[in-house]
């Protein structure tokens, strides 16, 4: 590209894209926390109270606003690739805010999820707005795995073809997708799924280890639309296709974990 090129003055636009994920995750984030109970004070300092001498009310939950956002940011991390390589302008300083814009929306913000949704499943249990914060503290093991995950990503050249580990971005929308499985789901198991805390610590460890594992994962980026080629990808597409229209915001862990199957049942064939 020579200095006189149309794109030279357009290749900061990848990085307003990546910007702009690293927004929707600060916004996921503010979401993520306006959740639950808050006191009502007047102009005196008293509490106020309801009807009923309740001094709090019960604001609407957000979280699931936060799971949309924590989407919207994936949208931009897929486009801000795509434009850097549409206007040449891929580079070492592009790839390294990419990740640090990945770590606040695919692992901070999935971390506050997690966060939250253990003081809800306490909150079930006796007393259990009392639990102790070192219960709550493993939720931010996510963070933690996918800030490994992207920075170990960085450093080796070698997964260009092929992910070792999941991608932080997959982690991150397996995580976002449940609040809206919680809030919108017909399904009283998965409900009662997702208010055990059990659930959540076993989900906090798999997570956490499929990102720092060194699985050999699929990397979905097309070099040809060959059917040959991309048996593997093309077989996702139709699971994900048919789960959406089937299982709703299910589909996207249900997508995920058919992400792992498929790679592993085609890692000799990977390219």
Known sequence: MTNNSPLRG????????????????CLAIVFATQ?????????SGLALTDATGNQFINLPEKIWL????????SVIDFLDGFVARLFKATSDMGK?????ADVVSFGVAPSIIVYQFLRLCYAQQQDGLDVNF?????AFIISCAAAYRLARFNTDAGQSDVFKGLPAPAAGLVIASLPLIYWFSNELW???????????????VLISWLMVSNLPLINLKFKDYSFKKNMSKWLLAV???????????????????????VS????????
Request: glycine share 4%.
């Open 10 to 25: 357009l290749r900061g636009i990848p990085n307003l894209f990546t910007l702009l994920n690293l927004f929707f995750g």
């Open 35 to 43: 959740s639950g109970l808050l006191p009502v004070y007047d102009d």
């Open 66 to 73: 936060a799971s949309l956002f924590i989407f919207a940011a």
């Open 96 to 100: 390294q805010l990419d990740s640090l």
């Open 134 to 138: 070192l219960w709550l503290l493993p």
């Open 190 to 204: 998965m409900i009662k799924l997702l208010l055990s805390k059990w659930f959540w610590y076993a989900l906090i």
């Open 239 to 261: 699971i994900a296709i048919a789960s959406a229209i089937t299982l709703q915001w299910a589909a996207i862990p249900v997508t995920i974990g058919a992400y792992i199957i």
């Open 264 to 271: 592993l049942l085609f890692k000799n064939k990977m390219v």
